[in-house]
């Protein structure tokens, strides 16, 4: 059971409406493989309102107007319905409008931001009737994501490690250093977070285990304390090679940006890049050679680290 029931629910719901606003992430970050994820001042924002009818009227602006369904299989509808389910309180009626900005299918962490934005709506909802645990809400969203790396930083901000324990996912959130400045680079093309998952392989061999245990505790130290190990601390052998062949310019950009000294790795599953430079001279500097060497158009986002994480405002009662 997820949440503790602290008022008698009854049917006052309706008319409650909240303001929701999260992030875009970046998960993975070289050797952090559904481990490490990082917040970016990219948001989606949706307003949401319970109310008395039964049913859904979903509306959505900017990405993925007239893609995504409009109904109660909208993903930020699923997800608040999970987290009603979970909570033991029967869903009410519900009009959302979503306002997006986080491009799909990218490797920023769409889906993550919409499972997120309905954990956090249904708990603004719910004020009063329900209570959740920062570890709940954790939870609830890594329940439909599958894994906590988008989700963590989506939730809570900053740069996450996040882990899964018998009792469920964790996570920690650390303050990145001012002096990184990550600039994601996105392709027009897209890439299936299920096709990616399906090329890694079942077992690694145990030096490459190593690798990646030494690469990602030292990443750790570069974001927050010492930006200048950020290239030697972005290195991984456990999941971008294998999907390598599925991406191949993302492959052939990163070899490109690395070898002029870029610390540059996939974004989440792909196809974006993220390169987690050192100063603004750095993200011209990349941003300038992927728009020599790129033989299709990607699109240049210098982005600041988000620090706050998914907010909720109640709107009116
Ligand atoms: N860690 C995940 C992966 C992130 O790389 O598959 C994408 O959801």
Known sequence: ???????????????????????????????GFDTLGLALARYDELEIRATATAGVVVEVHGV??????????HLVVRSIAHTFERAG????????????TIPHGRGLGSSGAAIVAGVVA?????????????????????????????????????LTIAWVTPEGPRHKKLIVHRGVSPLVLVPEHEM????????????????????????SALLVAALIQSPELLFQATEDKLHQHYRAAAMPETDRLIQALREAGH??????????????????????????????V???????????????????VNAER
């Open 1 to 31: 059971m997820t949440g503790t029931l602290v008022a008698p629910v009854d049917t006052a719901l309706a008319g409650r409406a909240v303001q929701v606003k999260v992030p875009a992430t970046s998960a993975n970050l070289g050797p």
């Open 64 to 73: 993925g107007e007239g893609e995504v369904p409009l109904d109660a299989s």
């Open 89 to 100: 309180v029967a869903l009410p009626g519900l009009e959302l409008v979503a306002h997006n």
């Open 122 to 158: 249904a708990k603004g909802l719910l004020e009063g009737v329900v209570d959740f645990t920062a570890d709940e809400l954790l939870e609830l969203a890594t329940e439909l994501e599958g894994h906590p790396d988008n989700v963590a930083p989506a939730l809570f901000g900053g």
């Open 192 to 215: 299936s977070t299920a096709l990616a998952r399906s090329l890694q392989p079942e077992s690694v061999p145990h030096e490459d285990a190593v690798f990646n245990v030494s690469r």
């Open 263 to 292: 610390p540059a790795v996939v974004s989440g599953a792909g196809p974006s890049i993220l390169v987690l430079a050192s100063d603004p001279s750095e993200r011209a500097a990349a941003t300038a050679l992927v728009e020599r």
């Open 294 to 312: 790129a033989d299709t158009v990607w699109q240049a986002l210098p982005l600041a680290v988000d620090f706050k994480g998914a907010t909720v």
